[in-house]
């Protein structure tokens, strides 16, 4: 049973900056062309008490679902607020969806209502918002729908405020987070407010934050990691959320935040560093580095270039970092934290301590999380606090993912070392037997073809053949290069040598046969990549399986496939 004080729970805390610091600046959004509006916490009170009592106007029963599909904007956190404070359940949905499983995700939450705010394909997603569902609109959504729906402010200006403090118990229902559906259909996992506000107090404990840090909301709200450590962080600490506007203006608005605590997924900072070396190349930045005056003048502007030269705490997760990328960025000056969680424990399981080189693992178990590794399977097991109350609507899917002594199997395989930090060798589902018999774990082999400037992404795959095979993706700036022959040659040079020197490193069987060079995007769009940047194995199967044997026997160490 959660132990967490009644005043650390979600709403308490909103109660507590009204009262205390109304007049703080606590959210800086964007409005565009470099216009932003800032909200203090008297504001985000006053209209999520207006919000509120539109909701509870509508006199749904206690516990009704309500949706908010929208990018990251200052509305979206007043939304949730507003959900809570009238005594219903949230339901985000990443603004990135197909309108099939937009449909899907509204229709299995039974959601009463949905808030339509910031998207950039409304057109093709609005199919899945079923006929007749109440929506409310943002200033910054789509046209149309500002049009259709009726709208935050409209609603906020003819509202009196809902009175009082209406109070959450720790054991209620707060949100349906909807898992991203690496594995089929998403899953929507129920977690109460007492699981937050315990995830917070741990997290705290592990990676202090204060009313003075600032914080850039980009990865979406609707991810459980967001969820956590911007929105709820933001509520245990008042500090300054920023949000960002859009791709094209993310340097500008990682500027404009400074942040001082900065959570990237592993394909991003990816790109950071790709971006780096398009301006300083690999060999001169690290001899560059090496000199003791000029490397800490270096270090500084390029830290000041990315906006991060005020971060204090960096962090990655979702997905394994490669161990040459986190000594890549602590040799620049900011080390990476690396965390493990997942959806249905808030994603508050494993992350490495501050200060301490712990790369290669996620690090020890927060505070108040049990892990153990099966015995047979070699899985990765765990219980908390923070874990999921189960997955709604779903009891046999909730059974399953259960020991029968209670512990949440989390699908990873790891091993534990001598100092307790847990190390991710990969998925069960994801390895794979070649006909030789041997199994392969693709995700350290992934760690190793990431590190290739060129690349974009990448799944290591081949069941039932004699050697795997490696499948990648060009990022934009080396496919931009691909129409002139001799760059093209080039680079296929460097991934040839890029080839060799991983399986001089590999045993013998999970030495990969070849490089298959994709150049069509893997996208959210076409449904190859989930809206956390992961790839699904099972729909790369589907589309490159039928040529695996014809690539094998081709004899070419590098094959360009270009459909």
């Known amino acids: ?22 007049a703080s600046i606590t959210l800086t959004q964007p409005m565009g062309n470099g216009v932003t509006q800032d909200f203090t916490w008297a504001q985000v009170a006053d209209q999520v008490r207006r919000m509120a009592a539109h909701l509870k106007s509508q006199a749904w029963e206690p516990g009704s679902k309500v949706a908010i599909l929208s990018k990251n904007c200052a509305w979206w956190l007043m939304s949730d607020l507003a959900i809570w404070m009238a005594g219903y359940v949230s339901v985000p949905l990443y603004p990135t969806l197909a309108s099939g499983t937009v449909r899907q995700i509204l229709t299995h939450s039974e959601a009463r209502a949905c808030f339509v705010g910031k998207l950039d394909d409304w057109e093709s997603m609005k199919a899945g918002v079923p006929n007749g569902l109440p929506c409310i609109s943002y200033a910054l959504s789509p046209a149309d729908a500002r049009q259709r729906f009726d709208s935050w402010n409209t609603i906020c200006g003819r509202t009196e405020p809902l009175a009082g403090t209406p109070l959450r118990g720790a054991d209620e229902l707060a949100t349906l987070i909807y898992t991203s559906g690496t594995t089929g259909l998403p899953k929507g996992v129920m977690h109460s ?78 790109k950071f560093q790709q971006g780096v070396h398009q301006k300083v190349p690999p060999a001169t930045l690290q001899f560059l580095l090496k000199i003791p005056l000029l490397g800490g003048l270096l270090r500084r502007k390029l830290l000041k270039a990315l906006g991060l030269d005020q971060c204090r705490l960096a962090a990655g997760g979702a997905a394994p970092m490669p161990v040459a990328l986190l000594a890549w960025y602590r040799n620049l000056g900011l080390p990476i934290n690396e965390g493990y969680g997942m959806t249905e424990n808030l994603a508050l399981s494993h992350l490495t301590l501050p200060g301490k080189n712990q790369e290669g693992s996620v690090g020890p178990a927060y505070a108040g999380v049990q892990a153990r590794i099966d015995g047979q399977t070699g899985e990765i097991q765990m219980r908390s606090d923070a874990v999921m109350q189960g997955y709604y609507k779903e009891p046999e899917l909730s059974r399953e993912v259960f020991t029968a002594d209670g512990w949440l199997r989390t699908g990873d395989k790891g091993f534990s070392d001598a100092q307790s930090c847990l190390h991710i060798t990969g998925r069960l589902k994801d390895l794979f037997k070649t006909s030789k018999g041997k199994y392969v774990a693709p995700a350290p082999i992934e760690d190793r073809l990431m590190m290739h400037d060129a690349l974009e992404a990448c799944v290591v795959t081949g069941a039932n053949l004699s050697q795997p095979l490696g499948i990648v993706l060009l990022n934009a700036n080396a496919l931009a290069q691909t129409g002139d022959a001799a760059a093209k040659a080039a680079l296929q040079a460097s991934l040839a040598t890029h080839l060799q020197t991983i399986n001089s490193a590999l045993d013998p069987h999970e030495q990969l046969a070849c490089l298959i060079v994709v150049t069509t995007p893997w996208s959210v769009e076409n449904d190859i990549i989930t809206p956390t940047f992961k790839v699904k194995r099972n729909r790369i199967e589907e589309i490159y399986e039928s040529q695996y044997e014809r690539w094998e026997n081709s004899g070419q160490k590098i094959i360009w496939q270009t459909a």
């Open 193 to 270: 407010f007492g699981n937050f506000s315990w995830a917070l107090d741990q997290g705290i404990a592990r990676i202090p934050m204060v009313a003075a840090d600032r914080m850039l909301s980009y990865l979406p709200l609707a991810h459980v990691v967001e969820r956590v450590l911007v929105e709820h962080g933001w509520l245990r600490t008042a500090m300054h959320v920023f949000f960002a506007e859009s791709l094209d203006s993310f340097a500008a608005d990682v500027q404009r935040a400074r942040p001082t605590i900065f959570f990237s997924v592993p394909r991003l900072w990816v």
């Open 1 to 22: 049973m959660n132990t967490v004080p009644d005043e650390f729970l979600a709403l308490q805390r909103l109660y507590h900056w009204e009262q205390t610091t109304p």
